[in-house]
């Protein structure tokens, strides 16, 4: 349904009209479309897709009709999730406070509104004034000392101590400088909270405190992981809520997916086991270690892969982790009230042995793996096969859904998208997508040059015909490029090899320091040139003439040896669908639209997106991908890109052509 308008003199219009004018801007028609749309679906519950480009505001686009509804009933609430917290805070900060204010110009009453975030977010009151036992006492530094984690945990104590006495509720991300190691010092995982009614603090807990300004709000910004939460435990993370918008809807599969899944290492249940041993006899605390080094000996032994088989060493070793977890827990019941130690060791116990249960099931609806890292060694995974009936049953079921992003349509419509998330089948519900357009003429400001003359990228890296592309490409943008690889590896050597043969510009490269630092040398380096991998598709804003050119090694398919990706696209294929394209193709699609939009970010922005993998054009689903993308003007002609590129270099507006 695409031709919807926007209804004149409604609440939401006159809001959206002072919040625009508020903020120095002027109509759009898209958000005004989008506005008319979301205000229609919180009335009558039908769920909607909306695709709105970047340019377009869907902030106030559907904060504005949010808005009108709890006016106009007062004891409702609609929660916002958004999936990262720069887009939670610019709401917060940002356009939350301004929409209120156009609120309460035209109506005269304003709404109250609160952030919400998951537990570990919060400093934990018991860990901070009680500390951890010796663990946290051996972190602290000795008089005089001023660096180090125990530095940083001291510094949280104290900030802590002030945001309790203080009502502000700041979370992690307003505290002092710190390490995970130091944060994990001062919070508590989820298991191990005892529980407002049980914790000698539980009357000033800052999450309690948080969830208590939440109940009293009626617009509550929540993230996917919260909101995944909530699904899985019965509605008990959020207060209840009559509308809900989820705010960058593509990465919802992804992170309730996530927030699902577990994992379970030799190290961990070693860890925990220790912390038991006080209270265990001999034999059970033994038998708790032994599980541990019986897991270690299993994983040693197997191949990183899924695991499917009931009678594999992996689960025999995970039965026997659960067996010893199980006993370990009977042997920690009792005790006092008072014994907070004795109860988060039972509580460590009992994740351990939740864990350990659920992967020995081998579930259908689950897929356990085996996975290595430098970081953790092997380890046990588990992660669920979809999502969509979690999300059908306990978020599309229960109050109509706004899910809105810049990219929603893959491969041309919503339904690839719409079944990942629940909403297809006999018993789905009612939904409808409706895509507002953007602001930007992509025809005039872009090209999408694919180098259709260059080889079929292999497993082994990219190859050297590539690389020479890469090099070229960006002498001919004078840097000013972002690079968007399929690996660490392709990234490292593209830039090794530009920094070789173009050394005149510097070349930046995911690895070499945190992001946030290389991503403002890129801005404050006009002929800078950064590369990297995933977290740049997706995470990085860089508008105007420090990005002119975007370049895509590869087209990003699911690794083929992902074992959640594979068990997917073969549970499709079962099923009678195309596997390939449900899942591999569809995630590919959703990567390229976000990359690409890497490039046009302002009204004023000119350049070209180069993809150096030629079955974007050759292959049959590369009509498929290249719908996901901007519509961008599109050549395989080398030197009309080389062209294009050297007359935005010159000053020449290139235009597309």
Same mark, same amino acid.
């Given at each position: 349904?695409?031709?919807?308008?926007?209804?004149?003199?409604?609440?939401?219009?006159?809001?959206?009209?002072?919040?625009?004018?508020?903020?120095?801007?002027?109509?759009?028609?898209?958000?005004? &479309?989008?506005?008319?749309?979301?205000?229609?679906?919180?009335?009558?519950?039908?769920?909607?897709?909306?695709?709105?480009?970047?340019?377009?505001?869907?902030?106030?686009? #559907?904060?504005?009709?949010?808005?009108?509804?709890?006016?106009?009933?007062?004891?409702?609430?609609?929660?916002?999730?958004?999936?990262?917290?720069?887009?939670?805070?610019?709401?917060?900060?940002?356009? *939350?406070?301004?929409?209120?204010?156009?609120?309460?110009?035209?109506?005269?009453?304003?709404?109250?509104?609160?952030?919400?975030?998951?537990?570990? +977010?919060?400093?934990?009151?018991?860990?901070? =004034?009680?500390? &951890?036992?010796?663990?946290?006492?051996?972190?602290?530094?000795?008089?005089?000392?001023?660096?180090?984690?125990?530095?940083?945990?001291?510094?949280?104590?104290?900030?802590?101590?002030?945001?309790?006495?203080?009502?502000?509720?700041?979370?992690?991300?307003?505290?002092?400088?710190?390490?995970?190691?130091?944060?994990?010092?001062?919070?508590?995982?989820?298991?191990?909270?005892?529980?407002?009614?049980?914790?000698?603090?539980?009357?000033?807990?800052?999450?309690?405190?948080?969830?208590?300004?939440?109940?009293?709000?009626? /617009?509550? $910004?929540?993230?996917?992981?919260?909101?995944? $939460?909530?699904?899985?435990?019965?509605?008990?993370?959020?207060?209840?809520?009559?509308?809900?918008?989820?705010?960058?809807?593509?990465?919802?599969?992804?992170?309730?997916?996530?927030?699902?899944?577990?994992?379970?290492?030799?190290?961990?249940?070693?860890?925990?086991?220790?912390?038991?041993?006080?209270?265990?006899?001999?034999?059970?605390?033994?038998?708790?270690?032994?599980?541990?080094?019986?897991?270690?000996?299993?994983?040693?032994?197997?191949?990183?892969?899924?695991?499917?088989?009931?009678?594999?060493?992996?689960?025999?070793?995970?039965?026997?982790?659960?067996?010893?977890?199980?006993?370990?827990?009977?042997?920690?019941?009792?005790?006092?009230?008072?014994?907070?130690?004795?109860?988060?060791?039972?509580?460590?116990?009992?994740?351990?042995?939740?864990?350990?249960?659920?992967?020995?099931?081998?579930?259908?609806?689950?897929?356990?793996?085996?996975?290595?890292?430098?970081?953790?060694?092997?380890?046990?995974?588990?992660?669920?096969?979809?999502?969509?009936?979690?999300?059908?049953?306990?978020?599309?079921?229960?109050?109509?859904?706004?899910?809105?992003?810049?990219?929603?349509? *893959?491969?041309?419509?919503? =339904?690839? *998208?719409?079944?990942?998330?629940?909403?297809?089948?006999?018993?789905?519900?009612?939904?409808?997508?409706?895509?507002?357009?953007?602001?930007?003429? #992509?025809?005039?400001?872009?090209?999408?040059?694919?180098?259709?003359?260059?080889?079929?990228?292999?497993?082994?890296?990219?190859?050297?015909?590539?690389?020479?592309? $890469?090099?070229? /490409?960006?002498?001919?943008?004078?840097?000013?490029?972002?690079?968007?690889?399929?690996?660490?590896?392709?990234?490292?050597?593209?830039?090794?090899?530009?920094?070789?043969?173009?050394?005149?510009?510097?070349?930046?490269?995911?690895?070499?320091?945190?992001?946030?630092?290389?991503?403002?040398?890129?801005?404050?380096?006009?002929?800078?040139?950064?590369?990297?991998?995933?977290?740049?598709?997706?995470?990085?804003?860089?508008?105007?003439?420090?990005?002119?050119?975007?370049?895509?090694?590869?087209?990003?398919?699911?690794?083929?040896?992902?074992?959640?990706?594979?068990?997917?696209?073969?549970?499709?294929?079962?099923?009678?669908? +195309?596997?390939?394209?449900?899942?591999?193709?569809?995630?590919?699609?959703?990567? /390229?639209?976000?990359?690409?939009?890497?490039?046009?970010?302002?009204?004023?922005?000119?350049?070209? $997106?180069?993809?150096?993998?030629?079955?974007?054009?050759?292959?049959?689903?590369?009509?498929?991908?290249?719908?996901?993308?901007?519509?961008?003007?599109?050549?395989?002609?080398?030197?009309?890109?080389?062209?294009?590129?050297?007359?935005?270099?010159?000053?020449?507006?290139?235009?597309?052509?």
């Amino acid at each position: 349904m695409d031709g919807e308008k926007a209804g004149g003199g409604g609440l939401a219009d006159r809001i959206l009209a002072a919040a625009v004018a508020g903020i120095g801007g002027h109509p759009r028609p898209g958000q005004q &479309q989008m506005a008319a749309a979301v205000g229609r679906t919180l009335d009558n519950g039908e769920h909607l897709l909306v695709q709105a480009g970047t340019g377009t505001g869907k902030s106030l686009g #559907y904060l504005a009709p949010a808005l009108a509804s709890l006016v106009e009933d007062r004891a409702s609430r609609v929660v916002i999730a958004t999936a990262t917290l720069a887009l939670q805070a610019q709401l917060a900060g940002k356009d *939350i406070p301004a929409a209120v204010t156009a609120c309460e110009q035209v109506c005269g009453q304003g709404v109250t509104h609160a952030v919400l975030k998951g537990r570990s +977010n919060y400093a934990c009151l018991l860990r901070v =004034r009680d500390g &951890q036992g010796s663990e946290q006492e051996a972190l602290l530094p000795e008089p005089g000392e001023a660096t180090g984690v125990g530095a940083e945990v001291v510094a949280l104590r104290r900030w802590a101590e002030e945001e309790a006495g203080s009502g502000r509720l700041a979370d992690r991300d307003d505290a002092p400088a710190h390490t995970p190691a130091a944060w994990m010092q001062v919070s508590v995982p989820v298991r191990e909270c005892l529980g407002a009614q049980r914790c000698p603090y539980g009357a000033e807990c800052l999450v309690e405190k948080s969830r208590e300004r939440a109940r009293a709000s009626q /617009l509550v $910004v929540t993230n996917h992981a919260l909101l995944a $939460v909530d699904a899985l435990h019965g509605g008990t993370a959020l207060p209840e809520y009559e509308g809900l918008v989820i705010d960058e809807a593509h990465e919802l599969v992804s992170r309730v997916t996530g927030a699902a899944s577990v994992e379970l290492g030799p190290s961990q249940v070693e860890r925990v086991a220790k912390r038991c041993l006080a209270w265990l006899t001999d034999d059970v605390g033994l038998a708790f270690l032994d599980a541990a080094d019986a897991l270690q000996g299993a994983l040693d032994g197997t191949d990183p892969g899924r695991v499917t088989e009931p009678e594999a060493e992996v689960v025999a070793a995970l039965r026997s982790v659960r067996t010893a977890a199980r006993a370990a827990i009977t042997g920690l019941a009792g005790g006092k009230d008072e014994e907070t130690d004795r109860r988060q060791a039972q509580a460590a116990a009992q994740e351990v042995f939740d864990v350990a249960e659920r992967m020995a099931k081998l579930d259908p609806y689950d897929v356990v793996w085996v996975s290595e890292s430098e970081r953790f060694g092997r380890q046990a995974n588990c992660a669920p096969l979809s999502v969509a009936g979690l999300l059908r049953s306990r978020v599309f079921d229960n109050h109509p859904v706004v899910l809105t992003s810049a990219t929603l349509k *893959i491969g041309g419509d919503f =339904r690839a *998208i719409a079944a990942s998330l629940g909403l297809a089948g006999e018993d789905a519900a009612d939904w409808r997508g409706i895509d507002v357009g953007s602001p930007f003429d #992509y025809r005039s400001q872009g090209i999408l040059y694919v180098a259709r003359q260059l080889p079929p990228p292999g497993r082994d890296g990219i190859g050297p015909e590539a690389l020479a592309e $890469v090099a070229e /490409l960006l002498w001919a943008a004078d840097g000013r490029t972002l690079g968007l690889f399929a690996s660490q590896r392709s990234a490292e050597a593209a830039a090794r090899y530009c920094r070789e043969h173009v050394p005149e510009r510097l070349v930046l490269c995911q690895g070499d320091a945190h992001l946030p630092r290389l991503t403002a040398e890129f801005v404050e380096d006009p002929e800078a040139s950064l590369f990297g991998t995933l977290s740049l598709w997706q995470g990085i804003d860089v508008p105007g003439d420090t990005c002119r050119l975007v370049i895509i090694d590869k087209i990003p398919f699911p690794r083929p040896d992902d074992p959640l990706m594979q068990a997917r696209q073969q549970a499709v294929t079962e099923g009678g669908g +195309n596997g390939f394209m449900a899942v591999a193709a569809t995630h590919a699609g959703l990567l /390229l639209a976000q990359g690409s939009g890497r490039l046009i970010r302002t009204l004023t922005d000119r350049g070209v $997106v180069a993809v150096l993998d030629p079955r974007l054009v050759t292959a049959r689903y590369g009509s498929f991908l290249t719908a996901s993308m901007p519509d961008f003007w599109t050549t395989t002609d080398r030197e009309t890109a080389i062209g294009a590129l050297r007359r935005l270099g010159s000053g020449t507006d290139a235009g597309a052509r």
